[in-house]
């Protein structure tokens, strides 16, 4: 069949000829982000750019038997340890033109309304990549940004070795920094044993780990483990049979605790976190400025300034060298 002779098609007018187009009117955005930390983590407000907190542990039990008619004898008291943490800068800019602004745009009616929320997400995942990660503690100078230590570096008294060979270590808080934990050299299986190690550090220094932060690679390790439960689970005639392949609750004798998949966990370490002994401080919470124009469009900034509260970081426990 063939084409009558004279006949006007799309092929030959197109956008060109004035055919409209077709586009939709949503942006459809993948969001690759977690903010676990930044939403369950109690916020505190700093005064300096140092952060500092006082620690103190509670004096193990002793066979306390007195003698009748005894003087008393005193004991020195032990003073609390100080300890602090770098608030660290972040931010993110984007500038909008004018033109921008005015043309018809497909998905948004503000090109800068729309990167404000974009950009402010963005800011808070960066934010939260900070405070799980091996970031260390850092004051900075007049070419070096500051830098709030994460969570992975904090963790130092329950540091448990996924195999005995694996050399990680984790200096912690010391001399008024946080150092940078080192890894492994050997790496091993993540295993109920080790899992329950951890927690069970956790527990015995006086915390409750009761959330178990975990990488994509981790959780499907925790989701195979031979300690779980099989979950029966009651269908009617007309639904269809339910594969469970995963696990979000581990019960040990230290207590229940909820695992969290997070994207910014490392893939060689599982966090065991007791949510309490966290915080997260702020010199200056998150804001939007508009910046002095300058061009021919609209400057905007988005910036905090933050720093992780460790609480007491024995409180918590981490498997390390994980494969």
């Avoid at 975990?214 to 499907?220: A, F, G, L, P």
Wanted: net charge neutral.
């Amino acid at each position: 069949m063939t084409i009558v002779t004279g006949s006007t098609i799309s092929y030959g007018v197109a956008a060109a000829g004035g055919n409209r187009e077709d586009i939709e009117n949503e942006i459809w955005e993948l969001d690759p982000t977690d903010f676990y930390a930044l939403t369950n983590f109690e916020k505190v407000s700093g005064s300096a750019v140092y952060h500092e907190w006082l620690l103190d542990t509670v004096v193990g039990v002793t066979a306390n038997r007195q003698l009748e008619g005894d003087s008393e004898a005193y004991v020195s008291i032990v003073s609390p340890t100080r300890v602090g943490n770098y608030h660290q800068i972040s931010r993110k800019s984007f500038l909008v033109s004018r033109t921008q602004e005015k043309i018809a745009k497909a998905g948004r009616k503000s090109e800068g309304a729309r990167q404000m929320v974009k950009q402010m997400r963005e800011l808070k995942n960066d934010m939260e990549y900070a405070i799980v990660r091996n970031q260390p503690s850092s004051e900075g100078g007049s070419a070096t940004a500051r830098s709030s230590a994460g969570m992975e570096s904090w963790i130092a008294t329950n540091e448990v070795l996924s195999t005995t060979t694996a050399g990680a270590t984790t200096a912690g808080f010391a001399a008024g920094v946080v150092i940078a934990p080192t890894d492994g050299t050997t790496l091993g299986a993540l295993t109920i044993g080790t899992l329950k190690t951890a927690l069970q550090g956790a527990w015995s220094s006086g915390g409750h780990a009761s959330v178990i932060l975990t990488s994509s690679t981790q959780k499907e390790v925790i989701d195979s483990l031979t300690s779980i439960a099989t979950r029966n689970v009651e269908l009617s005639r007309t639904q269809q049979a339910v594969i469970h392949g995963a696990s979000n609750l581990i019960v040990t004798s230290y207590g229940t605790h909820k695992v969290v998949l997070h994207r910014h966990v490392r893939t060689s370490v599982v966090l065991c976190v007791d949510p309490e002994y966290w915080s997260i401080s702020f010199l200056d919470r998150p804001t939007v400025q508009q910046m002095a124009k300058t061009a021919d469009g609209n400057k905007y900034m988005m910036i905090t300034e933050f720093c992780l509260v460790s609480r007491n970081q024995a409180a918590s426990a981490k498997v390390v060298a994980l494969s």
